[in-house]
């Protein structure tokens, strides 16, 4: 995108910049007349890095409760730069009623934090809440690779060389377990993609339509699942969220876009294991273990 704008700007007459600046921007991803979705105002100018790090806020109101969160997302971009990261940090705010105060913005410019707004989905989208936020971060295909974090994390290393994960292991999402789900939302490397996102939000209605616990999102039986401590849980859709986002985001990658691995370190397994499901027609494996 960084390219094609800069292209337009040297050979292209002033419509092709309206076109790239309203038209070609994802359509749940920016606000466009009516519609309000995410947009970045934060640091000018375009992305400054391939990657970026996302961290998901709200809702953003006059009660002001994601204050905590915020400055918490403020400490992870600083522990991200004293460890000399160089992708960008961006922070994804679901305004339900306000916005920022100036000195929250002021922080978030002063510390090179871009920030984007973001509220209600188009009308008629069912099972929707606010974890299911994190989903805009499919939308900006601007990033080849994106880490989406919870606001909780705090980074004690570099992560940036976990932006490869999914191109060397040629998986478009890579998580690791909990203790109680097999795929933990709050640490996520993943590559956007428009028709990820579409099909993503398509789950969501099938969730709604089939209202079976014992099989939320429509796909076969789950066998069992490895955890964060190397314990293989019962097979089935009972797990911890197996309903929300996180199972979710496993349903869809497992079994229908079969793009996913998950790593597990636990001495039970004897170090580090990969449970990959990538391509598989039958999506169940047993883990291999990667030296």
């Known amino acids: 995108f960084f390219n094609l704008t800069m ?4 050979v292209s007459p002033p419509f092709v910049w309206l076109f790239l600046l309203v038209v070609a921007r ?17 640091v000018v100018g375009l992305n400054s890095s391939r990657y970026a790090y996302f961290v998901m806020l709200g809702p953003v109101d006059e009660r002001r409760t994601y204050t905590p969160w915020f400055y918490s997302a403020v400490a992870m971009a ?3 730069r004293r460890f000399e990261s160089t992708a960008d940090v961006v922070v994804l705010l679901v ?12 922080l978030l410019r002063e510390r090179g934090v871009r920030w984007r707004y973001a509220s209600s989905p188009p009308a008629g989208m069912p099972g929707f809440h606010m974890c299911n936020y994190k989903l805009l971060a499919w939308e900006h295909t601007e990033y080849e690779v994106i880490q989406l ?15 490869q994960l999914p191109s060397d292991l040629s998986a478009d999402c890579v998580s690791c ?15 956007p993609s428009a028709r990820h996102s579409r099909r993503l939000r398509g789950l969501l209605e099938r969730y709604k339509e089939l209202r079976n616990d014992a099989d939320p999102w429509g796909f076969p039986h789950l066998d069992s699942w490895l955890n964060s401590d190397g314990d293989w849980k019962p097979s089935g859709w009972k797990f911890f969220d197996a309903t929300g986002n996180q199972g979710h985001l496993y349903a869809y990658f497992r079994f229908a876009a079969r793009s996913l691995v998950v790593l597990v370190h636990a001495t039970k397994v004897g170090g580090f ?17 990667k030296p």
Not at 7 to 10: C, F, K, S, T, V
């Open 177 to 191: 377990p909990g203790r109680v789900s097999p795929l933990n939302a709050g640490w996520i490397a993943l590559r």
């Open 26 to 42: 994802p359509a749940w991803a920016f606000p466009r007349g009516g519609e309000v979705g995410a947009s970045e105002v934060g």
């Open 149 to 163: 974090l919870d606001a909780d994390l705090l980074p004690k290393v570099n992560m940036d060389s976990f932006f």
């Open 7 to 10: 292209a337009a700007a040297l």
């Open 273 to 289: 294991v990969l449970v990959d499901y990538v391509g598989l027609d039958d999506p169940s494996r047993s883990p291999r273990s």
């Open 95 to 106: 305004a339900a009623t306000s916005r920022l105060t100036a000195t929250e913005e002021a």
């Open 78 to 80: 600083n522990a991200l």
